[in-house]
């Protein structure tokens, strides 16, 4: 109960912020996105992980404030970027299963967009498999009225959750980040080198964007340069940034 009260009062006091990491081309050398991660630092626990106090706030009603708070963010970020000319191609963000079931998120959305001077294709959303789980009939109309309004839908790690295929062809989604479990295991599973393989043929025959997560090693950027990735994310180019950091990388990649 105290750190459900913490995190209302970070929410509602700018205790919170988000950090950027990179999605780059298979070479390394071209900025192709970034996607925005949630950081808590904590007055006397230090960094709270996201994932703990997402959950925490799905329990106790907060999920949909703290979506919110992070569209909004991302979105004000990516507009002072563009008013000051860093070339910032576009911005992922991710939301929770929950925050689909909520009918006013496409509404929110286009009104954010909108605000801030964005198009539609400046947005990407990323959610979980946990999303098809149980696919009530909301969720899947709040998913299809976002993508009708032109704002990229991405399936996050990929190949790790429910993970039936059949969803790929129900869902209007664009892109598949493969999940970071895959891309570390290249170098001695046969079996991860396989189903990286597949998933990237998946996303050729379908037509998606395919994103690898979790890059480290230059082994595994070539790898997936050789089989056709078409973008790639994880430390061997920029850990996850603020946005002050971030801009100074861009710098240095130009
Ligand atoms: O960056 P990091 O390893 O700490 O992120 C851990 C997990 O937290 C990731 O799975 C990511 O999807 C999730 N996460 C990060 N930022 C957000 C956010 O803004 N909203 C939601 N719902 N999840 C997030
Ligand atoms: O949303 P998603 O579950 O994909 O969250 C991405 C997570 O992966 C974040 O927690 C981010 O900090 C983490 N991450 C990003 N790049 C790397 C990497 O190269 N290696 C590892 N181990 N984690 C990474
Ligand atoms: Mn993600
Ligand atoms: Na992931």
């Known amino acids: 109960a105290m750190l459900e009260a913490d995190l209302k009062l970070a929410l509602r006091h700018n205790g919170l912020a988000l950090h950027y990491q990179p999605q780059v081309d298979a070479a390394g050398q071209k900025l192709l996105g970034l996607e925005a991660l949630l950081r808590w ?19 106790c009603g907060l999920i949909d404030e703290l979506g919110l708070w992070v569209l909004g963010q991302a979105c004000g970020q990516l507009a002072d970027w563009r008013r000051r000319g860093v070339p910032i191609p576009g911005i992922a963000v991710n939301l929770s299963a929950s925050n689909f079931q909520n009918a006013e998120l496409p509404a929110h959305v286009a009104r954010l ?10 947005l990407t959303l990323e959610m979980t498999e946990s999303v098809m789980l149980a696919p009530d009939p909301a969720v899947l109309a709040g998913i299809h009225a976002i993508h009708a309004q032109g704002v990229h839908l991405s399936m996050d790690d990929f190949g790790t959750g429910y993970s039936s295929l059949s969803y790929l062809h129900r869902l209007p989604i664009s892109e598949l980040k493969l999940d970071r479990s895959f891309v570390q295991d290249l170098a001695h599973s046969e079996t991860a080198r396989a189903l990286t393989t597949s998933v990237l043929r998946i996303g050729e025959s379908l037509a ?15 790898f997936l340069a050789e089989r056709g990735c078409p973008a790639l994310q994880g430390y061997l180019f ?8 971030l801009e100074n990388w861009v710098f240095e990649l130009s």
Do not use: I, K
């Open 41 to 59: 630092q904590h007055a006397s626990l230090g960094a709270v992980p996201p994932t703990r106090f997402v959950a925490l706030a799905e329990e």
């Open 113 to 122: 967009l909108q605000q801030h001077g964005l198009a539609p294709r400046d």
């Open 208 to 222: 998606l964007n395919v994103v690898a997560e979790g890059v480290e090693t230059e082994a595994q950027r070539r």
């Open 238 to 245: 920029a850990r996850p940034l603020p946005a002050a950091d």
